[in-house]
Structure formats: C-alpha cells, structure tokens
C-alpha cells in the first residue's frame, strides 16, 4: 500500500491519520523503555534527531545532536518575518489529529496549548507551525546537546564502539541515530564502515525523492479565494502542485498566497531564480485568475529545498513501497538505527508526526 492509497483509505472512513501505535502505547505510561546505559551520538536536528535526542534526555541516557548547518529545525524552517504570522517554508500542515502534541512530548505535567483549524483533509497551524511546537516543547530541554556546523563524513562501527568522522575530528559512541534527509544519503554524502547491508542500499538507491519547492506571494487584494487551485498531474507518482491561500484562519488581514509543488513538476520553479522566478510565477497566476496577480503583486519569498545543502529536495514520494520505507527504517547491527519522516515502519511516512514516531522507535529499539 502506499502513502496516497493509506492516506484515501482514512478519508474514506472520516478518520485522522493515526500516530502510530507504537508511540500511542508507549505514551500510555509515560515510559520508553529501560534507560540505555552508554553514549548516543544523533546525526541531524530536524524533526526525527530532535524528538530522539528528547526522549532520550526524558529517560537520562547521555547523548549528543550533531547538526551540519548553524540552525536546527530541518525541513520545519519558517519565516517570521515576511507576514504577521509565521510562514512555514517547509512542514506546514498537522496530518492526524490534534492528540498528537501530547503524544510527541510524552510528559502529563505539561500543559501543551496548540491552535488548529481543519484545511482537509489535514489541519493548520493558527499562527503557528511545527517549527514553534518543537521550539516551545523539545527544544528547551535539549538545546544544550546541540552542537551546530558539523558535518559528518563517515561512520565507523566495524568495532566495539562507533567512531563518527566529522569536519571537526571523531567522536566516538555506543549507538549511532542517523536523522539526515533521505537525498544526503542517496548522494553518498556519507559513508560507512563497513557498508550498509544490501538490502539498506538498495532501498536508499531505489526510493524516490521528490524535489521540492514552496513559494509565497503577498498581494493587496484576495482574487484567489479560500479554496485551493490544485493542478492534475498524471500520474501522481510525478508530483503535487497546488496555488492555496496561505493566509487561511490566520489572524491577519494580509493575502498571502502559497505554492506548494514537489516532485517533476517543481523544475519549472528549481530552474529558474530572481526576478525570471518571479514573472514565471505570476504569469501563471495571471493565467489562471484573469490576469489579477500581477497588478496585486506586493512581495514574494521562495524556498527551494534542493538547493540546500544538508537537504537536497523535497521528501521520499508518497507512491512508494510500504516495504522499502520500512527497510529505510530498519536498525543496523544493533548500532546504526534510524530516525525521521522517510526512516518509519512502512505505516505512513514524511510527516513531521511520523519523524518523532520514528525517532520513538529508534529509542526503543535502543533501549533493547
């Protein structure tokens, strides 16, 4: 099954995509498991390394986020200054139901306060984001164990303890979590010793990873409406492209309007930057609403993932295998284990609610 047909399948039935039930049972308690009595060195601080590096901070187990690029966040990176509320430039919308929160910081004595409205079939953020939930609830306790502009060349785990290579020198460690964007290791950007089993290459070669691109254009009047201009790609496996309003039960009264494409038919963005980005935009916008955009147009901003270094594109399609994702996921040699949006057990993938699923499991799977 893959992540389209599974996520079809909930709306058919009116319900919300679940967490998984590994973490909903784990949370039941409050508990993951006995501590794990050594070192744990995580690679990335996106959404997966993050919600790693807190729940192995919740149960005491000694651990260090090494992070490439100077800011943690990943894929949730916002901006807060374009608008009068925050503009997700990655991660943008809740994909199951509101309970999750609570789920994710796993910690009864925390009260957390999180605004949504339904956008279907998911939710927003009401002035707020995915960014700011990990910022207000899993940053603060772990900010510490954070060390920034690291980059890691290669792993060593062919003996007793792991040795991790960086740009710094090596560190070593009795269990390595890898949270980087699945493209990272697709373009060998790091390696291993030895190397990753054949049935883990294959699955990192084989999957597909979408490129991905977001844009956001400010105009003085809304000629776009609330309902979203989705454009047919066929077949779906090529991509998403959709024109929505950005500014959608935010409390403002500016019009923003959002891009949203992944996939073949964000080259047409990717390709193109300045101001030839930005008249290809709003040609198209014209197009589409009867030549309204450019007259309207005030400002714009643009993310293009692929150009980031330590990302490299979108995310792991949402046509892909349900076994190759779980392979993805899978630990290696009781040392090497995995955590993020594309490393889960094959149930859902690239949600920012899944990475801390993911990142859950590579702490239980730890813990043995």
């Not at 609830?137 to 690291?150: D, G, L, Q, R």
């Not at 303890?161 to 020198?169: C, D, E, L, M, Y």
Request: proline residues 4%; hydrophobic residues 40%; glycine residues 10%.
């Amino acid at each position: 099954m893959t992540r389209q047909e599974f996520i079809r399948i909930c709306g058919l039935f009116g319900i919300a995509l679940p967490f998984q039930s590994i973490l909903t049972s784990c949370s039941e308690d409050d508990d993951i498991g006995t501590p794990f009595n050594g070192k744990v060195l995580i690679i990335g601080a996106g959404a997966g390394g993050l919600s790693t590096g807190y729940y192995l901070k919740q149960q005491g187990t000694e651990f260090r986020i090494l992070e490439a690029s100077s800011a943690h966040g990943g894929r949730m990176r916002i901006n807060t200054n374009f608008a009068d509320f925050p503009i997700p430039l990655g991660a943008e919308w809740l994909e199951t139901g509101i309970g999750i929160f609570d789920e994710i910081v796993n910690d009864d004595s925390v009260n957390v306060e999180v605004d949504t409205i339904p956008d279907s079939p998911d939710r927003k953020f009401v002035n707020y984001s995915w960014y700011s939930f990990f910022e207000d609830y899993i940053v603060p306790s772990i900010a510490p164990e954070i060390t920034y502009n690291t980059i890691v060349e290669s792993i060593d785990y062919s003996g007793e303890q792991i040795a991790v290579i960086t740009n710094h020198g090596t560190m070593i460690a009795d269990k390595v979590v890898v949270s980087v964007p699945l493209q990272v290791l697709k373009q060998g950007n790091m390696t291993f010793t030895p190397n990753l089993p054949t049935a883990k290459l294959d699955a990192i070669q084989e999957a597909v990873v979408w490129e991905g691109f977001k844009a956001f254009f400010e105009f003085d009047d809304n000629f776009y409406g609330d309902d979203e201009y989705e454009f047919p790609i066929s077949p779906s496996s090529l991509g998403e492209k959709i024109y929505y309003n950005a500014a959608l039960g935010q409390n403002t009264t500016r019009n923003i309007l959002g891009l949203f494409v992944v996939g073949e038919p964000a080259q047409d963005y990717i390709s193109r930057s300045g101001e030839a980005l930005k008249n290809f935009i709003l040609a198209e916008l014209d197009g589409i609403y009867s030549n309204q955009a450019t007259p309207s147009y005030i400002k714009h901003i643009t993310q293009n993932w692929n150009s980031e270094p330590f990302i490299q594109g979108g995310y792991l399609t949402d046509d892909a295998d349900w076994q190759l994702v779980r392979e993805l996921g899978n630990s290696v040699g009781d040392k090497i284990y995995f955590a993020g949006g594309e490393y889960t057990d094959g149930e859902d993938w690239v949600s920012v609610h899944t990475a801390a699923q993911a990142a859950r499991r590579a702490v239980l799977e730890i813990n043995g």
